[in-house]
Protein backbone atom coordinates (compact mmCIF):
# COMPACT_ATOMS: atom_id res chain seq x y z
CA UNK A 1 0.00 0.00 0.00
CA UNK A 2 1.36 3.72 -0.96
CA UNK A 3 1.24 4.75 2.54
CA UNK A 4 3.93 5.43 5.51
CA UNK A 5 1.49 5.56 8.20
CA UNK A 6 2.07 2.34 10.01
CA UNK A 7 -1.79 2.86 11.75
CA UNK A 8 -3.48 2.74 7.78
CA UNK A 9 -1.35 -0.20 7.37
CA UNK A 10 -2.05 -1.97 10.14
CA UNK A 11 -6.14 -0.78 9.18
CA UNK A 12 -5.61 -2.10 5.88
CA UNK A 13 -4.26 -6.12 6.94
CA UNK A 14 -7.02 -6.16 9.76
CA UNK A 15 -9.40 -5.96 6.90
CA UNK A 16 -7.80 -7.35 3.85
CA UNK A 17 -7.24 -10.09 5.66
CA UNK A 18 -10.22 -11.42 6.44
CA UNK A 19 -10.90 -11.51 2.74
CA UNK A 20 -7.50 -12.93 1.77
CA UNK A 21 -5.92 -15.17 4.84
CA UNK A 22 -2.76 -14.95 3.67
CA UNK A 23 -2.03 -11.10 2.12
CA UNK A 24 0.86 -9.64 3.34
CA UNK A 25 0.78 -6.16 3.17
CA UNK A 26 3.74 -3.75 2.02
CA UNK A 27 4.06 -0.24 3.23
CA UNK A 28 6.16 2.59 1.19
CA UNK A 29 9.08 2.33 3.87
CA UNK A 30 9.46 -1.47 2.02
CA UNK A 31 9.61 0.27 -1.21
CA UNK A 32 13.06 2.43 -1.37
CA UNK A 33 12.58 3.50 -4.82
CA UNK A 34 8.85 4.97 -4.35
CA UNK A 35 9.25 8.63 -5.69
CA UNK A 36 6.74 10.54 -3.13
CA UNK A 37 4.57 12.10 -5.74
CA UNK A 38 2.13 15.57 -5.00
CA UNK A 39 -1.28 15.22 -4.39
CA UNK A 40 -2.61 17.75 -6.36
CA UNK A 41 -6.06 16.66 -7.78
CA UNK A 42 -9.02 18.36 -6.35
CA UNK A 43 -10.41 14.94 -5.31
CA UNK A 44 -9.73 11.66 -3.32
CA UNK A 45 -10.47 9.57 -6.20
CA UNK A 46 -7.76 11.83 -7.90
CA UNK A 47 -5.15 11.72 -5.54
CA UNK A 48 -5.56 8.01 -4.61
CA UNK A 49 -5.35 7.22 -8.04
CA UNK A 50 -1.58 9.36 -8.04
CA UNK A 51 -0.44 7.53 -5.10
CA UNK A 52 -1.84 3.73 -6.57
CA UNK A 53 0.15 4.59 -9.93
CA UNK A 54 3.21 5.55 -7.80
CA UNK A 55 3.55 2.62 -5.71
CA UNK A 56 2.85 0.42 -8.84
CA UNK A 57 5.78 2.37 -10.65
CA UNK A 58 8.28 1.61 -7.77
CA UNK A 59 7.67 -1.49 -7.45
CA UNK A 60 5.93 -3.77 -9.96
CA UNK A 61 3.86 -5.45 -7.73
CA UNK A 62 0.00 -4.52 -7.08
CA UNK A 63 -0.77 -1.81 -5.17
CA UNK A 64 -3.76 -0.27 -3.58
CA UNK A 65 -3.58 3.53 -2.41
CA UNK A 66 -6.19 5.54 -0.69
CA UNK A 67 -7.20 8.97 -0.59
CA UNK A 68 -9.29 10.28 2.50
CA UNK A 69 -10.69 13.20 4.58
CA UNK A 70 -13.21 15.04 6.07
CA UNK A 71 -15.81 16.98 4.55
CA UNK A 72 -17.50 19.39 7.07
CA UNK A 73 -21.08 20.90 6.15
CA UNK A 74 -20.55 24.46 7.16
CA UNK A 75 -17.33 24.95 5.37
CA UNK A 76 -19.05 23.22 2.39
CA UNK A 77 -17.33 19.81 2.49
CA UNK A 78 -13.50 21.10 3.36
CA UNK A 79 -11.20 20.24 4.42
CA UNK A 80 -11.98 17.33 2.13
CA UNK A 81 -8.63 16.66 0.09
CA UNK A 82 -6.64 19.60 2.36
CA UNK A 83 -7.61 16.93 5.49
CA UNK A 84 -4.21 16.40 6.44
CA UNK A 85 -2.60 20.12 6.01
CA UNK A 86 -5.67 22.14 7.10
CA UNK A 87 -3.84 23.93 9.65
CA UNK A 88 -0.53 25.05 6.84
CA UNK A 89 1.39 22.14 8.63
CA UNK A 90 1.62 19.20 7.29
CA UNK A 91 -0.46 15.63 9.35
CA UNK A 92 -0.41 17.78 12.43
CA UNK A 93 -3.61 15.79 13.54
CA UNK A 94 -3.74 18.35 16.96
CA UNK A 95 -3.24 21.42 14.95
CA UNK A 96 -5.55 20.61 12.41
CA UNK A 97 -8.37 19.53 15.16
CA UNK A 98 -7.29 22.81 16.63
CA UNK A 99 -8.18 24.92 13.99
CA UNK A 100 -11.26 22.85 12.55
CA UNK A 101 -12.95 23.59 16.49
CA UNK A 102 -11.80 27.28 16.28
CA UNK A 103 -13.44 27.47 13.02
CA UNK A 104 -16.45 26.06 14.21
CA UNK A 105 -16.79 27.73 17.41
CA UNK A 106 -20.24 29.75 16.26
CA UNK A 107 -21.66 26.98 14.17
CA UNK A 108 -24.52 25.65 15.93
CA UNK A 109 -25.09 22.15 16.70
CA UNK A 110 -27.64 22.03 13.87
CA UNK A 111 -25.45 22.86 11.39
CA UNK A 112 -22.13 20.69 12.61
CA UNK A 113 -22.78 17.47 10.41
CA UNK A 114 -20.04 16.11 8.37
CA UNK A 115 -18.68 13.15 6.77
CA UNK A 116 -15.32 11.32 6.42
CA UNK A 117 -14.69 10.23 2.88
CA UNK A 118 -12.36 7.95 1.67
CA UNK A 119 -11.59 6.42 -1.93
CA UNK A 120 -9.55 3.61 -2.76
CA UNK A 121 -7.02 2.81 -5.84
CA UNK A 122 -6.37 -0.32 -6.91
CA UNK A 123 -3.50 -0.36 -9.89
CA UNK A 124 -1.72 -3.80 -11.10
CA UNK A 125 1.28 -4.28 -13.36
CA UNK A 126 -1.53 -5.25 -15.89
CA UNK A 127 -2.82 -2.07 -16.29
CA UNK A 128 -6.04 -3.07 -14.04
CA UNK A 129 -7.41 0.04 -12.33
CA UNK A 130 -9.98 0.09 -9.80
CA UNK A 131 -11.62 3.05 -7.26
CA UNK A 132 -14.35 2.64 -5.06
CA UNK A 133 -15.48 4.57 -1.96
CA UNK A 134 -16.47 4.70 1.43
CA UNK A 135 -17.81 6.89 3.70
CA UNK A 136 -19.06 7.41 7.32
CA UNK A 137 -21.37 10.81 8.57
CA UNK A 138 -22.10 12.02 11.75
CA UNK A 139 -20.96 15.44 13.29
CA UNK A 140 -18.10 17.43 14.93
CA UNK A 141 -18.42 18.41 18.81
CA UNK A 142 -16.71 20.75 20.54
CA UNK A 143 -13.85 19.49 22.08
CA UNK A 144 -11.11 16.55 21.58
CA UNK A 145 -12.09 13.45 22.99
CA UNK A 146 -10.28 9.92 22.70
CA UNK A 147 -6.92 8.51 22.10
CA UNK A 148 -7.59 6.24 19.30
CA UNK A 149 -7.65 6.37 15.64
CA UNK A 150 -5.59 9.09 14.27
CA UNK A 151 -6.72 12.24 11.88
CA UNK A 152 -9.88 13.89 12.78
CA UNK A 153 -11.48 10.85 14.91
CA UNK A 154 -11.28 13.16 17.95
CA UNK A 155 -13.57 15.32 17.16
CA UNK A 156 -15.88 13.28 14.99
CA UNK A 157 -18.99 11.55 16.32
CA UNK A 158 -20.36 8.82 13.85
CA UNK A 159 -24.68 8.73 13.35
CA UNK A 160 -25.94 6.79 16.05
CA UNK A 161 -22.84 6.73 18.42
CA UNK A 162 -22.25 8.57 21.49
CA UNK A 163 -18.51 8.19 21.32
CA UNK A 164 -15.78 9.61 18.77
CA UNK A 165 -13.99 7.47 16.57
CA UNK A 166 -11.00 7.74 18.36
CA UNK A 167 -13.24 6.68 21.51
CA UNK A 168 -14.42 3.21 19.65
CA UNK A 169 -12.64 0.04 19.62
CA UNK A 170 -10.58 -0.38 16.02
CA UNK A 171 -12.84 -3.54 15.16
CA UNK A 172 -15.69 -1.37 16.07
CA UNK A 173 -14.70 1.53 14.39
CA UNK A 174 -13.76 -0.81 10.47
CA UNK A 175 -17.06 -1.68 10.97
CA UNK A 176 -18.61 1.74 9.67
CA UNK A 177 -15.60 3.72 9.03
CA UNK A 178 -15.21 5.13 5.17
CA UNK A 179 -11.94 3.16 4.94
CA UNK A 180 -13.71 0.30 6.41
CA UNK A 181 -16.34 0.28 4.02
CA UNK A 182 -13.98 1.05 1.17
CA UNK A 183 -11.10 -1.53 2.21
CA UNK A 184 -13.74 -3.98 2.08
CA UNK A 185 -15.29 -2.97 -1.23
CA UNK A 186 -12.24 -3.69 -2.44
CA UNK A 187 -10.95 -6.80 -1.03
CA UNK A 188 -12.67 -9.23 -3.82
CA UNK A 189 -11.47 -7.21 -5.98
CA UNK A 190 -7.94 -7.58 -4.88
CA UNK A 191 -8.31 -11.38 -4.28
CA UNK A 192 -9.26 -11.51 -7.78
CA UNK A 193 -6.01 -9.96 -8.96
CA UNK A 194 -4.09 -11.71 -6.62
CA UNK A 195 -5.33 -15.39 -7.07
CA UNK A 196 -3.37 -16.29 -10.56
CA UNK A 197 0.05 -15.69 -8.80
CA UNK A 198 -1.09 -18.70 -6.49
CA UNK A 199 0.17 -19.75 -3.09
CA UNK A 200 3.78 -18.58 -3.31
CA UNK A 201 2.77 -15.26 -2.43
CA UNK A 202 2.29 -14.73 1.28
CA UNK B 1 -22.91 51.27 10.13
CA UNK B 2 -22.87 48.53 12.16
CA UNK B 3 -18.34 48.17 12.32
CA UNK B 4 -15.79 49.59 14.44
CA UNK B 5 -13.50 48.96 11.23
CA UNK B 6 -12.17 52.30 11.07
CA UNK B 7 -11.06 51.80 7.23
CA UNK B 8 -14.48 50.33 6.23
CA UNK B 9 -16.43 53.63 7.92
CA UNK B 10 -13.77 55.68 5.12
CA UNK B 11 -14.64 53.37 2.65
CA UNK B 12 -18.77 53.71 3.03
CA UNK B 13 -18.15 57.56 3.61
CA UNK B 14 -15.84 57.78 0.35
CA UNK B 15 -19.02 56.23 -1.38
CA UNK B 16 -21.73 57.56 -0.32
CA UNK B 17 -21.11 60.93 0.23
CA UNK B 18 -20.73 61.20 -3.97
CA UNK B 19 -24.51 60.11 -3.85
CA UNK B 20 -25.70 61.55 -0.86
CA UNK B 21 -23.36 64.42 -0.15
CA UNK B 22 -24.58 65.88 3.32
CA UNK B 23 -24.62 62.31 5.08
CA UNK B 24 -22.89 61.84 8.21
CA UNK B 25 -21.94 58.04 9.11
CA UNK B 26 -21.50 57.05 12.55
CA UNK B 27 -19.62 53.89 13.49
CA UNK B 28 -20.36 51.33 16.31
CA UNK B 29 -17.79 53.68 18.81
CA UNK B 30 -20.62 56.10 18.54
CA UNK B 31 -23.20 53.77 19.87
CA UNK B 32 -22.58 52.30 22.96
CA UNK B 33 -25.85 50.78 23.49
CA UNK B 34 -25.08 48.49 20.51
CA UNK B 35 -24.95 44.60 22.05
CA UNK B 36 -22.82 42.58 19.44
CA UNK B 37 -24.30 40.15 17.96
CA UNK B 38 -22.91 36.79 17.22
CA UNK B 39 -22.13 36.42 13.39
CA UNK B 40 -23.75 33.27 13.24
CA UNK B 41 -25.68 32.74 10.44
CA UNK B 42 -24.34 30.81 6.70
CA UNK B 43 -24.92 33.56 4.67
CA UNK B 44 -23.21 37.11 3.76
CA UNK B 45 -26.62 38.10 3.83
CA UNK B 46 -28.02 36.41 6.92
CA UNK B 47 -24.85 38.03 9.37
CA UNK B 48 -25.52 41.63 7.65
CA UNK B 49 -29.25 41.87 8.72
CA UNK B 50 -28.45 40.46 11.95
CA UNK B 51 -25.46 43.34 12.54
CA UNK B 52 -27.54 45.94 11.07
CA UNK B 53 -30.84 44.92 12.97
CA UNK B 54 -29.06 45.58 16.37
CA UNK B 55 -27.44 48.33 15.25
CA UNK B 56 -30.81 50.38 14.24
CA UNK B 57 -31.87 48.80 17.85
CA UNK B 58 -29.06 50.16 19.52
CA UNK B 59 -29.91 53.93 18.43
CA UNK B 60 -33.13 54.13 16.48
CA UNK B 61 -31.23 55.38 13.57
CA UNK B 62 -31.61 54.07 9.91
CA UNK B 63 -28.09 51.38 10.23
CA UNK B 64 -26.06 49.97 7.29
CA UNK B 65 -24.18 47.00 8.13
CA UNK B 66 -22.27 44.71 5.46
CA UNK B 67 -20.67 41.11 5.85
CA UNK B 68 -18.28 40.51 3.42
CA UNK B 69 -15.81 37.48 2.56
CA UNK B 70 -13.28 35.62 0.00
CA UNK B 71 -14.61 32.82 -2.08
CA UNK B 72 -12.13 30.36 -2.88
CA UNK B 73 -12.55 28.21 -5.77
CA UNK B 74 -10.71 25.41 -4.62
CA UNK B 75 -12.16 25.62 -1.20
CA UNK B 76 -15.37 25.49 -2.19
CA UNK B 77 -16.49 29.01 -1.46
CA UNK B 78 -14.32 29.15 2.03
CA UNK B 79 -13.34 30.67 3.83
CA UNK B 80 -16.91 32.61 3.02
CA UNK B 81 -18.71 33.93 6.01
CA UNK B 82 -15.80 32.66 8.28
CA UNK B 83 -12.88 34.92 6.20
CA UNK B 84 -12.24 37.30 9.34
CA UNK B 85 -11.46 34.18 11.57
CA UNK B 86 -10.17 31.76 9.22
CA UNK B 87 -6.38 30.70 11.20
CA UNK B 88 -8.90 30.74 14.15
CA UNK B 89 -7.98 34.52 15.80
CA UNK B 90 -10.48 37.08 15.14
CA UNK B 91 -9.47 39.41 12.62
CA UNK B 92 -6.17 38.68 12.46
CA UNK B 93 -5.40 39.60 9.00
CA UNK B 94 -1.72 38.12 8.49
CA UNK B 95 -2.56 34.76 10.33
CA UNK B 96 -5.53 34.70 8.06
CA UNK B 97 -3.19 35.00 4.92
CA UNK B 98 -0.34 33.03 5.86
CA UNK B 99 -3.09 29.74 6.74
CA UNK B 100 -4.50 30.24 2.92
CA UNK B 101 -1.59 30.94 1.04
CA UNK B 102 -0.06 27.32 2.89
CA UNK B 103 -4.15 25.12 2.20
CA UNK B 104 -3.57 26.59 -1.30
CA UNK B 105 0.13 25.67 -1.89
CA UNK B 106 0.09 22.32 -3.96
CA UNK B 107 -2.83 23.89 -5.75
CA UNK B 108 -2.09 25.22 -9.52
CA UNK B 109 -2.47 28.37 -11.23
CA UNK B 110 -5.36 27.20 -13.13
CA UNK B 111 -7.36 26.40 -9.97
CA UNK B 112 -6.96 29.74 -7.98
CA UNK B 113 -10.28 31.58 -9.09
CA UNK B 114 -11.92 33.08 -5.91
CA UNK B 115 -14.34 35.95 -5.40
CA UNK B 116 -14.72 38.42 -2.56
CA UNK B 117 -18.30 38.97 -2.12
CA UNK B 118 -20.20 41.56 -0.35
CA UNK B 119 -23.91 41.71 1.04
CA UNK B 120 -24.97 45.05 2.79
CA UNK B 121 -28.35 45.24 4.91
CA UNK B 122 -30.09 48.42 5.47
CA UNK B 123 -32.74 48.51 8.24
CA UNK B 124 -34.53 51.77 8.61
CA UNK B 125 -36.81 52.71 12.35
CA UNK B 126 -40.29 52.46 10.13
CA UNK B 127 -39.70 48.45 9.32
CA UNK B 128 -38.02 48.91 5.96
CA UNK B 129 -35.05 46.37 4.99
CA UNK B 130 -33.43 46.03 1.86
CA UNK B 131 -29.94 43.71 1.52
CA UNK B 132 -27.99 44.62 -1.70
CA UNK B 133 -25.32 42.13 -3.05
CA UNK B 134 -21.43 43.11 -5.08
CA UNK B 135 -18.48 41.16 -6.30
CA UNK B 136 -15.02 40.93 -7.12
CA UNK B 137 -13.62 38.14 -9.36
CA UNK B 138 -10.12 37.34 -9.48
CA UNK B 139 -7.25 34.87 -8.18
CA UNK B 140 -5.34 33.88 -5.20
CA UNK B 141 -1.37 34.12 -5.53
CA UNK B 142 1.31 32.84 -3.76
CA UNK B 143 3.13 35.53 -1.68
CA UNK B 144 1.43 38.27 0.25
CA UNK B 145 1.72 41.58 -1.89
CA UNK B 146 0.90 45.19 -0.87
CA UNK B 147 0.23 47.21 1.71
CA UNK B 148 -3.92 48.88 1.09
CA UNK B 149 -6.74 47.60 2.10
CA UNK B 150 -7.41 44.68 4.71
CA UNK B 151 -8.60 41.30 4.99
CA UNK B 152 -7.08 39.19 2.02
CA UNK B 153 -6.33 42.18 -0.31
CA UNK B 154 -2.62 41.12 0.03
CA UNK B 155 -3.05 37.53 -1.94
CA UNK B 156 -6.22 39.20 -4.16
CA UNK B 157 -5.30 40.28 -7.99
CA UNK B 158 -8.45 41.44 -9.59
CA UNK B 159 -9.30 40.06 -12.89
CA UNK B 160 -7.78 42.33 -15.45
CA UNK B 161 -5.38 43.12 -13.10
CA UNK B 162 -1.66 42.95 -12.39
CA UNK B 163 -1.60 44.46 -9.06
CA UNK B 164 -3.03 42.81 -5.48
CA UNK B 165 -6.30 44.56 -4.16
CA UNK B 166 -3.75 45.50 -1.53
CA UNK B 167 -1.50 47.74 -4.31
CA UNK B 168 -4.45 49.69 -6.07
CA UNK B 169 -5.30 53.11 -4.66
CA UNK B 170 -8.63 53.35 -2.65
CA UNK B 171 -10.53 54.98 -5.45
CA UNK B 172 -9.53 52.51 -8.20
CA UNK B 173 -10.43 49.39 -5.62
CA UNK B 174 -13.78 51.39 -5.00
CA UNK B 175 -14.59 51.61 -8.79
CA UNK B 176 -14.10 47.42 -9.21
CA UNK B 177 -14.54 46.31 -5.45
CA UNK B 178 -17.40 43.95 -3.92
CA UNK B 179 -18.19 46.58 -1.23
CA UNK B 180 -17.64 49.27 -3.50
CA UNK B 181 -20.14 47.92 -6.12
CA UNK B 182 -22.59 46.80 -2.88
CA UNK B 183 -22.64 50.46 -1.53
CA UNK B 184 -23.22 52.17 -4.47
CA UNK B 185 -26.26 49.75 -5.16
CA UNK B 186 -27.26 50.79 -1.84
CA UNK B 187 -26.70 54.20 -1.80
CA UNK B 188 -29.75 55.51 -3.63
CA UNK B 189 -31.97 53.30 -1.39
CA UNK B 190 -30.04 55.04 1.58
CA UNK B 191 -30.43 58.38 0.01
CA UNK B 192 -34.57 57.93 -0.71
CA UNK B 193 -34.85 56.83 3.52
CA UNK B 194 -33.15 59.84 4.33
CA UNK B 195 -34.90 62.30 2.53
CA UNK B 196 -37.84 62.88 4.33
CA UNK B 197 -35.46 63.89 7.03
CA UNK B 198 -34.47 66.65 5.32
CA UNK B 199 -32.16 68.82 5.74
CA UNK B 200 -31.69 69.44 9.60
CA UNK B 201 -29.40 66.20 8.84
CA UNK B 202 -25.83 66.44 8.00
Known amino acids: MASRNPKKLE ?10 PAVEVLGLDDAPAYD ?46 LSARWAGRAKDDAANNRLLLEQL ?15 VA ?11 FGEM ?9 GTGGFGYDAVFV ?5 RTS ?14 GRSLRAVAPIVAAALAPLGSTHG
Open 166 to 179: AEMPAAEKDAISHR
Open 137 to 145: RGRIIRTVR
Open 105 to 119: KDVPDERRGAEFRCA
Open 36 to 81: EPAETEPTFEGNALIKARAGLAATGLPCLADDSGLCVDALNAMPGV
Open 158 to 162: PDGET
Open 122 to 132: FCTPDGQEDVV
Open 11 to 20: ELHRILVTVV
